[in-house]
């Protein structure tokens, strides 16, 4: 196979683009953070009222979509400050293409394998060169390597530029994350306050403060487990690498 020098190749954005890319990390955003209910997915075109996109986005205030948008897309601030300065946007259409002025979209170079281009391949070349530029080792990723290990250890990434080279393609991701990682202010709450709080009362301020270093281990056993790997992340029925490039090469742009 002649791997080309650039695998990932740039080109201006469409606002059909955007759109999908919207949709697609507001759905593996709240998928991945269990912290927001999934929703019934609202059907969104070009043509929707700009609320319509905001609501099935789940972004509800003007704060929670410029922070999102932003970084969704990768709009600096500037870019940002010019896209909501011009006139009033009325429709997804307004907001798409105001934005794609603004941004570009990743296409895949077409590879050759004995005098003949293969998709799957490209996209996979494609995605190895993503995770390389990020400084992940990429010597022993094959096609047949599993998903597994490498998603758990730079899940952004796969949720990030591998999921932009072909927006909505990606099955919903499955996270599951260490005990302690899901509510962790919230457990160690309530265990003070139904465990340890009565047990002190009556006993003075000894027991007291012993009560408030016991919540302080519970705090920092919390934040030690807080930004550890997943224990488990699963996109659907994806295993391997080469599934992962079969699947992208059917909806992401090429170019020979």
Known sequence: MMESAEPVLRQPATPEYVLEVL?????????????????????????????TLFEACQLYDSAL?????????????????????????????????????????????METFIGRTCRPASAFLAIRSLLQEAGVDVAEIAPSTSLSKVTRRHLDLFLGPIAKLAPGSLPTVQVR?????????????ILFYLLLCPLSVGYGTAAYLVSLFVLACLVIAAYGTKERDPVRVRFGNLRTFRDLSELIAQRAVFRA
Do not use: Y
Request: aromatic share 8%; charged share 25%.
């Open 177 to 189: 994350r260490p005990v302690w990682d899901t509510n962790w202010i919230g457990t160690a709450a």
């Open 23 to 51: 949709l697609e990390q507001a759905r593996q955003e709240w998928s991945k953070s269990l912290t927001v209910s999934e929703e019934e997915e609202l059907p969104v075109t070009l043509d929707s009222p700009l609320d």
């Open 65 to 109: 979509i410029s922070i999102f948008t932003k970084n969704w897309l990768g709009l600096s601030e500037s870019d940002w400050t010019q896209v909501v300065a011009g006139p009033q946007m009325h429709t997804v259409r307004d907001f798409c293409e105001r934005i794609a002025a603004r941004m570009t979209m990743p296409v895949i170079s």
